[in-house]
């Protein structure tokens, strides 16, 4: 159950990304597991990377739970991201848009979405935008 729920945080992220940058956003690959390790944000891209080319097991994500990723992205900001160490994350994923691949990951308690392909990062605004993010994300899981 807990790994449904963040499967569809990326979905969810993914989703701000491609709003942000007005690109559609086909599905989205969560890497069931993330090899133990202490990573930055450029190993992480790596990482990312090397799963999918070795076909490791993944969650898909698309169709109709990205309406509902949709509307809870509304409740991120949108920064630049620098490459740094992400000693808190916690999922890997490839989006595809328009059949163009890129990589994303949640560290923080899913508090931090990075989208390392286009070096921005999406940070929750304050306590409001947390329980209605996790509301919507309840909501997703029950759908």
């Known amino acids: 159950m807990v790994h449904r729920v963040h499967c569809f945080w990326f979905a969810l992220f993914l989703l701000l990304a491609g709003t942000a ?18 990573y930055t944000s450029a190993s992480a891209n790596a990482m990312a990377w090397a799963l999918y080319q070795k076909h490791a097991a993944y969650a898909n994500v698309k169709g109709d739970r990205m309406a509902t990723a949709t509307e809870a992205m509304k409740s991120y900001t949108p920064l630049r991201h620098n490459f740094r160490p992400l000693p808190g994350l916690q999922y890997l994923a490839m989006g595809f848009s328009g059949g163009r691949p890129f990589t994303m990951g949640v560290a923080d308690d899913l508090d931090l979405i990075v989208n390392f392909t286009a070096r921005t990062e999406y940070r929750i605004s304050g306590m409001t935008d947390r329980i209605k993010v996790r509301a919507l994300l309840a909501k997703m899981v029950v759908e």
């Open 21 to 38: 940058c007005a690109q559609r956003i086909d599905s989205i690959h969560v890497f069931k597991q993330l090899p133990a390790g202490q």
